[in-house]
């Protein structure tokens, strides 16, 4: 057998041992605590960073289009640039009978100045119709609301940050300017229109919570002087992780001035270097982890010193150096094991209720420690995958037992004359 019985009672019995007994040093404790610590914040971090892209591209997904088809800037009749889609709903036809593809809508885009009760805000306002609004699934059931998109079409819907931004609620008048406005004898004069706030939103991303304002698409159309044209028309995918074998087909059915800008586009810069980031950190993590294993070394080597009396007894006995060699393997892997089996669960409840424990933190702290406005989340999120669960396992079990051949090695070659020489 690889390990016989009398092996595991063995090397059980130098476990339990006192270090006054010969027992395992006070380093060895040291070294499972340290597994169990590198073992924990492996898992929390990893658990935090895929949490982080995942609650990150869904919010992407859940209150954005997975892709826009918009027109190539051509000189208008008077020399200007002109991007119009005229034929929008004809263009949102043709894209809808795309395979994959299971929603489009047209979509007026634009940036505006937004006042009210005195203060003054930068917004993105984006015109769309009701139909195609109560579709955008964290716009239509957000993390927060108040009010209802019944209404829509006799107002605006805003974001929980703009809204806190300029200290408004439902029913209250914000007031859109923009600066092109109509020409006059005396220059450009802004356009100011007056909205009833009908719906606000909040999906906990704060970019969007603080910029993003929906309006009515004809009203968009009026307020923009987008008459019978759109700016874009949005398109939703069944697998928006498929959206660039998707791009072609939208392209062609766009025809020859479309063009194709899907999420992955507009964020894949930074999901990139999500995923970069968390390798390295995974590596980094997995050396604290090679550190803390690395102690076992130094325990075991007490351990062998300390029983070199009874190693020479027991190979007398007739104990062959593979069994020496097991017993003090076992020794050595028990702290990795134990070590790893406490940092899992450790590891495994702090990412379950972290969520928790940024609100005690924080209760204690007297004050906010995760900034929405650098993180764009409004929370600390994490999510537990098995596989990286698995990983961090196998890579602490790895590198335990790895490291406790060479002491186990250096206790079954020790010549039993030497060890009973003295005694």
């Known amino acids: 057998m690889p390990f016989a019985p009398f092996e595991w009672s063995i090397a059980w019995r130098y476990l339990r041992a006192r270090r006054r007994d010969g027992g395992i040093s006070v380093i060895a404790w040291y070294a499972l605590v340290g597994v169990m610590l590198g073992v924990g914040t492996l898992i929390v971090v990893q658990a935090v960073m895929i949490g982080f892209r995942e609650e990150f591209t869904e919010r992407i997904l859940g209150a954005n289009a997975h892709a826009s088809v918009y027109y190539a800037t051509e000189t208008d009749e008077f020399g200007g640039p002109d991007r119009a889609i005229r034929d929008a709903d004809a263009l949102a036809e043709r894209l809808a009978v795309v395979p994959g593809v299971v929603r489009t809508a047209p979509l007026i885009r634009g940036q505006v100045m937004a006042s009210a009760r005195g203060r003054a805000a930068g917004v993105e306002v984006l015109g769309m119709r009701l139909g195609d609004l109560e579709q955008v699934p964290l716009i239509s059931h957000p993390e927060s609301q108040a009010g209802s998109l019944d209404r829509f079409d006799e107002g605006i819907a805003i974001g929980a940050g703009v809204a806190r931004e300029l200290g408004v609620g439902l029913g209250d008048v914000v007031t859109l300017i923009s600066p092109d406005g ?123 010193k300390n029983k070199g009396r009874d190693i020479g007894i027991l190979r007398t006995m007739g104990l062959t150096r593979g069994s020496i060699l097991r017993i003090f393997f076992i020794c050595g892997a028990s702290i990795g094991v134990i070590g790893t089996v406490f940092g899992t669960v450790l590891g495994c409840l702090f990412a379950a209720y972290i969520q928790d424990i940024q609100s005690v933190v924080e209760w204690v702290a007297g004050g906010s420690i995760w900034n929405p406005e650098v993180r764009f989340l409004t929370e600390i999120p994490a999510r537990l995958r098995w596989t990286d669960v698995l990983a961090v396992m196998g890579l602490a079990l790895g590198l335990s037992f790895l490291i406790t051949i060479w002491p186990a090695r250096n206790a079954a070659r020790l010549n039993p004359v030497e060890a009973l020489r003295y005694e």
């Open 182 to 304: 109509m020409d006059t004898p005396f220059g450009t004069q802004p356009r100011l229109n007056d909205y009833e706030v009908t719906y606000i939103f909040g999906i906990g991303r704060f970019d969007i919570d603080r910029t993003r304002v929906y309006m009515p698409f004809a009203e968009a159309q009026s307020y923009f002087d987008r008459d019978g044209t759109a700016d874009e028309v949005e398109v939703t995918v069944d697998n928006p992780d498929a959206i660039d074998d998707i791009r072609w087909p939208l392209a062609t059915a766009a025809g020859a001035r479309g063009l194709v800008w899907t999420w992955r586009d507009a964020n894949g810069a930074f999901l990139s270097a999500l995923d970069v980031e968390r390798r390295v950190m995974f590596i980094i993590l997995s050396l604290v982890v090679l550190i803390a294993a690395m102690n076992i070394i130094s325990g075991l080597v007490m351990l062998v």
